[in-house]
């Protein structure tokens, strides 16, 4: 199989704090991930692809300094949610590729973020 | 523009009854589809996929979905729901080099004895 675990799986902060999502393949590698975002009873949102070694690409509309991410291994992918409000509350998931198979997206858990 | 639509926000079905949910897409190219099923919290679990091939699709769970490239649609449908059933069920159309999905409002199941 292919598992992505994501962690924490629930986080309460504060307004004002910085909070750090991971995603990690725990038994493939990963050269590209995908950060999601759902509100509640709706869909999901892509916020950016984030490739090993690069710069993440943002989808129109999110703003790259208040959603840090980092690539920097084939096993992790890291979102950072800076300086967080209570509208940045969502529930965060990400999922991986296979390097070298595009056939599937492998999701994580997800992870409830409260701003309060 | 590449969409997905599921038309349906909430169904309520009989244990035992059939289902079908809807999903209709809009997209450029050649289209992946997937559909997957979401339990309240959770992550998404993958019922199944269609990149080519035979339209009718098996997949997880006793579900299976057929492709209608005329129609530019990919429901889902299993013969007899169980309660366990009762999900959130997202459909998503992507392509390409890579996984990147453009996703469906979703559909909610309730299932009722």
């Known amino acids: 199989g292919a598992v992505v675990s994501q962690h924490p799986s629930r986080v309460i902060c504060k307004s004002g704090t910085s909070v750090k999502i991971e995603c990690r393949s725990l038994?493939?590698?990963?050269?590209?991930m995908f950060w999601y975002r759902q509100f509640p009873k709706q869909s999901l949102m892509l916020m950016a692809t984030?490739?090993?070694?690069?710069?993440?690409?943002?989808e129109q509309g999110v703003e790259k300094d208040k959603f840090l991410i980092n690539h920097a291994s084939l096993t992790l992918s890291t979102l950072t949610v800076t300086s967080a409000h209570p509208e940045d509350s969502s529930f965060y998931i990400c999922?991986?590729?296979?390097?070298?198979?595009?056939?599937?997206?492998?999701f994580g858990q997800g992870t409830r973020l409260t701003v309060v | 523009a590449q969409s997905v639509t599921q038309p349906d926000i909430h169904i309520t079905v009989s244990e035992g009854a059939s289902l079908e949910l809807r999903c209709n897409y809009s997209y450029g190219a050649t289209p992946y589809l997937f559909w997957y099923v979401q339990s309240p919290g959770q992550g998404l679990q993958l019922l199944l996929k269609y990149f080519s091939g035979d339209t009718l699709v098996q997949g997880i769970k006793g579900f299976e979905a057929e492709f209608k490239r005329s129609q530019s649609s990919f429901n889902l449908r299993k013969p007899s729901v169980h309660w366990s059933d009762a999900a959130e069920y997202f459909c998503?159309?992507?392509?390409?080099?890579?996984?990147?999905?453009?996703f469906g409002t979703g559909t909610l199941l309730a299932v009722q004895p």
């Open positions: 984030s490739n090993e070694g690069s710069k993440a690409t943002y």
């Open positions: 999922s991986a590729d296979k390097t070298g198979m595009n056939t599937e997206a492998f």
């Open positions: 038994d493939f590698q990963a050269t590209t």
């Open positions: 998503a159309v992507g392509g390409g080099a890579t996984n990147k999905l453009i």
